[in-house]
């Protein structure tokens, strides 16, 4: 019992960060709002979304936003994170930067973001803890099995946010 409550404490220290393109289709661009507000980006791929989430160590969510599919992903970083006190915040590397690590740093966490191949300066980095990334992808491969989230057939953003939060509730009932 002892044992499973710091695991759990431990969880919760960290905080990982990540988005996942969604596609969506021709005939959900087609609305009378402007694609800005519908939050479709143009990308290589054609006109998609990204929903940019955090979750805990554990794998539940607890921050999502909604974004265009062209929109960097340190943009919505700063929205995210929140209270980041006495947290380890694991990002992939398209969070690489020293604005983003410096905030984490003053508010009091620690970032542990891969640097980029062409990073002149080294930065701190341990690779044993940064595996642990792969329970965010897990959480977008869970809630993508829903075809709905998958491919964002809605072209309200409202509405297909809150399925997207209806998956992840089932996601956190299971």
Do not use: W
């Not at 006109?47 to 919505?76: D, F, P, Q, W």
């Not at 809150?162 to 299971?174: I, P, Q």
């Amino acid at each position: 019992m002892i044992e499973q409550t710091e695991r759990m404490k431990n969880r919760d220290r960290f905080k990982i960060l990540d988005g996942s393109h969604v596609k969506a289709p021709q005939d959900a661009c087609y609305a009378l709002r402007s694609l800005t507000e519908q939050r479709f980006g143009k990308t290589q791929g054609g006109r998609n979304t990204k929903l940019h989430a955090m979750t805990n160590g554990g794998g539940r969510l607890l921050g999502l936003r909604l974004v265009s599919g062209n929109e960097h992903e340190l943009i919505s970083a700063h929205e995210l994170l929140g209270d980041v006190l006495d947290s380890v915040v694991l990002a992939d590397r398209g969070y690489d930067s020293d604005s983003f690590r410096k905030q984490v740093l003053n508010d009091g966490g620690l970032a542990l973001v891969p640097p980029r191949r062409r990073r002149l300066r080294a930065v701190l980095y341990f690779k044993k803890i940064a595996k642990g990334r792969y329970v965010l992808e897990n959480f977008f491969c869970r809630i993508k099995r829903y075809r709905r989230i998958e491919t964002q057939y809605d072209r309200r953003p409202d509405t297909y946010l809150r399925f997207v939060f209806l998956a992840a509730l089932m996601d956190c009932l299971k």
